[in-house]
């Protein structure tokens, strides 16, 4: 079952500019986490937020988490072309299983040069 | 450290067969989830390894099964293979510190294609 759906679902802009992609989730979890992956390949993680969290930088990434609205964004500044990918937010149930995490849909990123 | 490795990287068998795919963690990582990629369901979990015991199973049928050795290392396994089981099967491993998750590192898939 799907927890987080992620939004929009494709996306194209021009390098230079900036994303923004949305997440939201149904039930309290741990922690929420992006992750990447280009064309069809393994997924690389990006940021790891837990629930007591409410922003995190990594470089050019800026993610935040509401969980009273159960949503969280990411932000990818001065976008690239090799940013084009698809990005994945997945949570952790709170009280739930470690090592499963539920994985939105994705959004398709598509960063023109 | 050496990344996350799956094999084989690619595998096409026929329905009604059976297929073991291999993951072999990062070094000191314990935990070992294993995930299923399709276009139509997008990613599953599909269970999850920890010091030889599964911890956590997905929603799948028992066809779907799977083990972890004393080195981590984990192989899965699907019997009587359908057409629907042609996905990208990702394996991630991680660290867990008393109850605490960390992030999941992914190898690059196994492409299966059933015909």
């Known amino acids: 079952s799907q927890q987080g759906e992620e939004d929009p679902q494709a996306l194209s802009i021009q390098e230079g500019e900036n994303a923004t992609m949305n997440c939201s989730y149904k039930?309290?979890?741990?922690?929420l986490q992006w992750y990447r992956q280009n064309s069809g390949r393994g997924l690389v993680h990006l940021i790891l937020?837990?629930?007591?969290?409410r922003e995190k930088h990594s470089g050019r990434l800026r993610v935040t988490l509401d969980t009273s609205k159960k949503s969280s964004s990411l932000l990818i500044t001065a976008s690239r072309a090799a940013d084009t990918a698809s990005y994945f937010c997945?949570?952790?149930?709170?009280?739930?299983?470690?090592?499963?995490?539920?994985f939105g849909k994705g959004t398709k990123l598509s960063v023109k040069p | 450290k050496a990344g996350v490795t799956q094999t084989p990287r690619y595998l096409i068998k026929t329905r009604g067969q059976q297929v073991t795919l291999s993951c072999s963690p990062i070094?000191?990582?314990?935990?070992v989830s294993w995930y299923q990629q399709t276009p139509g369901q997008g990613l599953q979990f599909l269970f999850e390894?920890?010091?030889?015991?599964?911890?956590n199973k997905g929603n799948f049928p028992g066809r779907f099964s799977g083990r972890q050795f004393s080195n981590s290392r984990s192989e899965m396994n699907v019997s009587t293979l359908e057409l629907g089981d042609s996905a990208l099967y990702l394996c991630?491993?991680?660290?867990?510190?008393?109850?605490?998750?960390?992030?999941?590192?992914f190898g690059p898939g196994t492409r299966l294609t059933v015909t």
């Open positions: 390894y920890f010091s030889e015991t599964q911890r």
């Open positions: 997945a949570t952790e149930d709170y009280g739930g299983s470690q090592g499963n995490l539920i």
């Open positions: 937020i837990r629930s007591n969290e």
């Open positions: 991630a491993s991680s660290l867990t510190l008393r109850g605490i998750s960390y992030e999941q590192y």
């Open positions: 039930t309290s979890i741990n922690n």
């Open positions: 070094s000191g990582h314990r935990s």
